[in-house]
């Protein structure tokens, strides 16, 4: 089992520019999530799934949105990057409302 | 609003002595946390966790207590070893929610 994997690793964006992250998860969780770690701020909560096709935001949703048209898959796209959103991306999946398992994470970096 | 806060940023030991690492958390209604481990350039990994109707949960060198009264946990490292280094995350969930709310970290260093 791979469990969960992130594509891609590494993106540097200029401003204004689009694009979206891959979270896959091998483990056929109902639940999936996305946050973003910065320096001082811990994880925060972007956006969760409970399901396939459901999707609801989290603690920090401005300027991301998701997807999750198949129940392994779970897209977070940034339409409009801005500097502000420079940050390290996790996703996570869980069975339940126990623990979760964790991505390798994406760096992403917008000039 | 900070529902989970760990205060300490960071912590010092030396190998073989006890890492007790510490968390706060505001909202009532938690009745299940975790704590989460994270090394660099990797995403954090389960670690233990325990539930709103226990006060102590064991996992080998790991103990986690929970003292509900005061909206306190702490996580108990004995021995420590060098690769216990890294940034320790506390978590929280109550029962309405499938989400965790996490607090910032607090790194610890254990020194051979």
């Known amino acids: 089992n791979a469990g969960v994997t992130q594509t891609p690793k590494f993106r540097v964006l200029k401003t204004g520019q689009s694009m979206t992250l891959l979270c896959a998860q091998d483990?056929?969780?109902?639940?999936m999530y996305w946050y973003r770690q910065d320096p001082g701020m811990g994880l925060r909560l972007i956006h969760y799934s409970v399901g396939e096709g459901t999707t609801a935001k989290g603690e920090v949703p401005d300027g991301y949105n998701v997807s999750r048209l198949k129940k392994q898959n779970f897209l977070l796209g940034l339409e409009s990057a801005a500097p502000s959103q420079t940050s390290v991306y996790f996703c996570?999946?869980?069975?339940?409302?126990?623990?979760?398992?964790f991505g390798p994470g994406t760096r992403l970096t917008v000039l | 609003d900070q529902q989970v806060k760990q205060n300490s940023p960071s912590l010092s030991v030396q190998e073989g002595r006890i890492s007790i690492l510490n968390c706060d958390y505001t909202n009532s209604m938690f009745d299940y946390f975790l704590w989460y481990k994270k090394y660099p350039a990797e995403g954090p990994t389960f670690l233990i966790s325990?539930?709103?109707?226990?006060d102590k949960n064991e996992d080998g060198r790991f103990t986690v207590f929970l003292n509900k009264s005061a909206k306190h946990l702490s996580l108990h490292i004995v021995p420590s070893q060098p690769g216990d280094s890294a940034v320790y995350f506390c978590a929280a969930s109550d029962p309405g929610f499938q989400k965790l709310v996490f607090g910032t970290g607090t790194r610890l260093l254990v020194s051979p």
């Open positions: 996570a999946s869980s069975y339940s409302r126990g623990e979760q398992f």
């Open positions: 483990m056929n969780h109902e639940y």
């Open positions: 325990i539930s709103s109707i226990k």
